[in-house]
């Protein structure tokens, strides 16, 4: 019996791509991967990333950093991690993995 491909074309939940996107629509838990830039470091785990579109706070612990090369605001960089949001406070992104690309 041969099988039949149908091409589904309706919304999907692919998931957002720039920071921007994030922030419009925030996620919980939603697994997110972005390039860009750590801008700054505002304390011992928090972060200010941007990918040109927008910024977002983002929680890097210090064993995230092990074995990169040092990162400063020029280092482009690949984050993967999940959005967490809050009731009270803007959404940020819990970073599992860092990926320095230059």
Do not use: C, W
């Not at 149908?6 to 939603?30: F, K, M, R, W």
């Amino acid at each position: 019996v041969p099988f039949a491909h149908a091409q589904y074309v309706g919304p999907s939940n692919t998931p957002p791509t720039t920071v921007e996107e994030i922030l419009a629509d925030p996620i919980d838990d939603q697994d997110v991967q972005l390039k860009g830039h750590l801008l700054r470091q505002v304390s011992a785990q928090n972060y200010i990333f941007s990918d040109g579109t927008a910024e977002i706070m983002t929680k890097i612990k210090e064993k995230q950093f092990k074995g990169l090369p040092e990162i400063d605001e020029h280092t482009e960089i690949e984050i993967h991690g999940e959005v967490d949001t809050g009731r009270y406070r803007a959404p940020k992104i819990e970073v599992d993995k860092i990926r320095v690309l230059q």
